[in-house]
């Protein structure tokens, strides 16, 4: 069964960081890309960053890009996401997330996805 634990998250307060970390139990996780998403309270869960299979494509929600940093290190089956210059609106659940099929390009798109973890709490005070 696979499972994806998120960690890192936290109270930080505006203008702090975070790095967040996503450990995956897949003997294959080279194979796929991963992303990152997030759900304030209250509305739909969006689309944060991703990474491609072999790291060397990432692309950005436009609300962080600039801000963050998406990464990953196969070896260890954990991919990352540093953010900076949090913001209030940072304020969310985080998810990592693997890719339905394995060597695509990373997607913005959340049913390119099929397998979620539990999520990781980040609250950014003002």
């Known amino acids: 069964q696979v499972q994806l634990v998120e960690s890192g998250g936290g109270l930080v307060q505006a203008g702090g960081s975070l790095r967040l970390s996503c450990a995956a139990s897949?003997?294959?996780?080279?194979?796929?890309?991963m992303g990152w998403f997030r759900q304030a309270p209250g509305k739909e869960r969006d689309f944060v960053a991703a990474?491609?299979?072999?790291?060397?494509?990432?692309v950005y929600a436009d609300s962080v890009k600039g801000r963050s940093t998406i990464s990953r290190d196969n070896a260890k089956r954990t991919v990352y996401l540093q953010m900076n210059s949090l913001k209030p609106e940072d304020t969310a659940v985080y998810y990592c997330?693997?890719?339905?099929?394995?060597?695509?390009?990373?997607?913005?798109?959340?049913?390119?996805?099929?397998?979620w973890g539990q999520g990781t709490q980040v609250t950014v005070s003002s």
């Open positions: 990474i491609s299979w072999r790291g060397r494509t990432t």
């Open positions: 997330a693997v890719a339905v099929s394995p060597w695509g390009a990373p997607s913005r798109t959340e049913n390119e996805y099929n397998r």
């Open positions: 897949i003997p294959t996780f080279s194979n796929y890309a």
